[in-house]
């Protein structure tokens, strides 16, 4: 079964800062990756994904993410944040080998960012 | 398009009860998924659907958990009896087959007391 690594738990930033945020997959197939943010009190919503083609995305907000398959990570990037991207981030991996194409989550990342 | 709908938000009952979470997918989807998110495990998958059918219930922690689909535009996740432990938000989600996005629903705050 595939898994998902989000190595850090939480972290805090002041505004403007950059920020990334770790994420690695176990799966040596084909995958498709997605960064999921969840603000507080809310759902989650679509950051930005992976599908095929460049391995460099670009997500909604300033957020982007790179595809390494040799390192089989997915990191998340911002170059500068804002108080209002305290949120929980979420990255997922899903499998392309059946027609379930179940999505395996990480445990999350908490950012706080600080005014 | 409304997005995938859960009810109730929040939900407070007392251990033993028997607990009903219901979700509405986003129209024409035919994939839903259930999760549990808390503080200790993250987000975990429970169970997920395809055309109404169970695809994969290895997530469900026990048999006092059980859910179904009984139509395209409806399902619940039932607890009973429920326990304290079960405590956590859980998430309904939905993607329609060919595009592999989930779509997640506002979730349902459960506390069990």
């Known amino acids: 079964a595939q898994s998902v690594s989000q190595h850090n738990h939480h972290v805090i930033l002041s505004e403007a800062a950059s920020l990334e945020l770790g994420c690695n997959y176990s799966y040596g197939g084909t995958v498709n990756l997605f960064w999921y943010v969840q603000y507080p009190g809310q759902h989650l919503q679509l950051l930005l994904k992976?599908?095929?083609?460049?391995?460099l995305v670009k997500g909604i907000k300033g957020f982007e993410a790179e595809f390494i398959k040799s390192k089989f990570s997915f990191n998340l990037r911002k170059p500068s944040v804002q108080w209002s991207d305290t949120a929980e981030y979420f990255c997922?991996?899903?499998?392309?080998?059946?027609?379930?194409?179940?999505?395996?989550f990480g445990t999350g990342t908490s950012l706080t960012v600080i005014p | 398009d409304a997005g995938v709908i859960q009810s109730p938000r929040h939900e407070v009952t007392e251990m033993g009860q028997e607990v009903t979470l219901r979700c509405k997918p986003i129209?024409?989807?035919?994939?839903l998924f259930w999760y549990r998110q808390t503080m200790m495990r993250g987000l975990e998958l429970l169970i997920y659907f395809n055309n109404n059918v169970p695809i994969d219930d290895s997530g469900m922690p026990e048999d006092r958990f059980s859910a179904k689909m009984p139509n395209a535009s409806f399902s619940t996740l039932k607890i009973q009896p429920s326990e304290p432990r079960d405590s956590a938000v859980y998430f309904c989600?939905?993607?329609?087959?060919?595009?592999?996005?989930?779509?997640f629903g506002a979730g349902t705050r459960l506390s069990v007391l």
């Open positions: 129209s024409g989807h035919d994939y």
């Open positions: 992976y599908f095929s083609g460049d391995p």
């Open positions: 997922a991996v899903t499998a392309i080998y059946n027609t379930g194409n179940q999505f395996y």
């Open positions: 989600a939905s993607k329609l087959g060919h595009v592999n996005i989930q779509y």
